[in-house]
T-cell receptor
């Protein structure tokens, strides 16, 4: 699975859009981009995933560049409860595990 | 409500005393997995199971055993716990091999003294 690179930490004001970047320059054609988050020491929570096209669900939007070398997770109206560590993971179909990196620690400020 | 449950949530034990951490899911998922999380090392997979009676080692299986006799349950067994197994443990389940989303349990914080 391709390695992903994320900023160590980010801040965002409550009510604003939080844009979390992820670089995955070595991603292959059959690798999906997954986003999970972990609030404090709770179990990781799935957010969204995509392969080539941009995706949106009730939690977030995922924008993947045309060359697939990077992506951005967008939380449209961040709340204090969105404070968490966000993990961007490249996963090939048939993979047997998720490999979590260090993620981005997102802090939402009032 | 779809969920993965783990018990106990917190456990303090002594070296060498066998223990079992239970994991159960109510979503009829075939794939289940155990991870441990340690500061600076992230989440690492211990064991996984693709279906009943089918289990395989992850990245850090030493010192652990698992079994999958029923689809819903995937217990983690520490036959002789040691202090280096002090960690936060998560069970996860999904419909099958990725790229399905994985559902994680709330975690079990284990301390071995």
């Amino acid at each position: 699975d391709a390695k992903t690179t994320q900023p160590t930490s980010m801040d965002c004001a409550e009510g604003r859009a939080a844009n979390l970047p992820c670089n995955h320059s070595t991603i292959s054609g059959n690798e999906y981009v997954y986003w999970y988050r972990q609030i404090h020491s709770q179990g990781p929570q799935y957010i969204i995933h995509g392969l080539k096209n941009n995706e949106t669900n009730e939690m977030a939007s995922l924008i993947i560049t045309e060359d697939r070398k990077s992506s951005t997770l967008i939380l449209p109206h961040a709340t204090l409860r969105d404070t968490a560590v966000y993990y961007c993971i490249a996963v090939s179909q048939g993979a047997q595990k998720l490999v979590f990196g260090q993620g981005t620690r997102l802090t939402i400020n009032p | 409500e779809a969920q993965v449950t783990q018990n106990p949530r917190y456990l303090i034990t002594v070296t060498g005393k066998k223990l079992t951490v239970t994991c159960s899911q109510n979503m009829n998922h075939e794939y289940m997995s155990w991870y441990r999380q340690d500061p600076g090392l992230g989440l690492r997979q211990i064991y996984y199971s693709m279906n009943v009676e089918v289990t395989d080692k992850g990245d850090v299986p030493e010192g652990y055993k698992v079994s999958r006799k029923e689809k819903r349950n995937f217990p983690l067994i520490l036959e002789s716990p040691s202090p280096n197994q002090t960690s936060l443990y998560f069970c996860a389940s999904s419909m099958g091999l990725l790229p399905y989303e994985q559902y994680f349990g709330p975690g079990t914080r284990l301390t071995v003294t």
